[in-house]
């Protein structure tokens, strides 16, 4: 099955700064791969995605990357502010009667004020 | 959280004790998935539902059963809690199984079990 690794687990940068945050994954059919974020005491919000048929996307001060050959996606956040603070988590997942997402292990980002 | 309630939110059970956790919709969508999550394992898949009595394993599905009789409304059971099940179980639900375009899926609140 799939598995998903999340680098690094936790994250500190000062505000303004730009954070990134690493996945890299193993099945080579899975084509789709969302981004979570995650605040204390709540469920995880979907904040990002991208499908295997794009290299880029970008919404306001998040991007996301994907390398197909190397099998790894990255997250990337400018501009960091305080209320970005919060556990990000990727996901990888193939197409089949469902979508079986497999998530890594998350990334603690504090963002400094 | 996209229309999704689950009950009850806060639970504490003795092992050997039989549970059922609630997932709510009202955005009568057709998927509908169960996740536990524990610390340094992310959030990893019991079981799916892909239409009412349609259902299927996922990841981690030992000791779990689940139900879904009506479209809004999905059910996990533990049959009899183990303390391994203490965990904080999540539901979402999706519109659609996903190809080029769709496939998103939204979580709940979450259920926090503990299992003494």
């Known amino acids: 099955g799939e598995n998903v690794e999340q680098h690094p687990s936790t994250l500190s940068v000062q505000e303004g700064d730009s954070a990134v945050i690493k996945c890299t994954y193993s099945d080579s059919a899975s084509n789709y791969f969302p981004w979570y974020k995650q605040e204390l005491g709540k469920g995880p919000q979907l904040i990002i995605d991208?499908?295997?048929?794009?290299g880029e996307k970008k919404d306001q001060r998040i991007a996301v990357t994907l390398n197909k050959t190397a099998k790894h996606f990255s997250l990337h956040i400018t501009e960091t502010q305080p209320e970005d603070s919060a556990v990000y988590f990727c996901a990888a997942s193939t197409k089949g009667s469902a979508r079986q997402l497999t998530f890594g292990s998350g990334t603690q980002l504090t963002v400094l004020p | 959280d996209a229309g999704i309630t689950q009950s009850p939110r806060h639970k504490v059970t003795e092992t050997g004790t039989p549970v059922t956790l609630r997932c709510h919709q009202t955005?009568?969508?057709?998927?509908m998935y169960w996740y536990r999550q524990d610390p340094g394992h992310g959030l990893r898949l019991i079981h799916y539902?892909?239409?009412?009595?349609?259902?299927d394993k996922g990841e981690v599905s030992d000791g779990y059963s689940v139900s879904r009789s009506k479209t809004e409304d999905f059910l996990l059971t533990l049959e009899s809690a183990t303390s391994s099940q203490t965990s904080v179980y999540f539901c979402?639900?999706?519109?659609?199984?996903?190809?080029?375009?769709?496939?998103?899926?939204?979580f709940g609140p979450g259920t926090r079990l503990t299992v003494t």
């Open positions: 979402a639900i999706s519109a659609t199984s996903g190809g080029s375009t769709g496939g998103e899926q939204y």
């Open positions: 955005e009568n969508h057709r998927y």
């Open positions: 539902s892909y239409g009412v009595k349609d259902t």
């Open positions: 991208i499908r295997s048929n794009v």
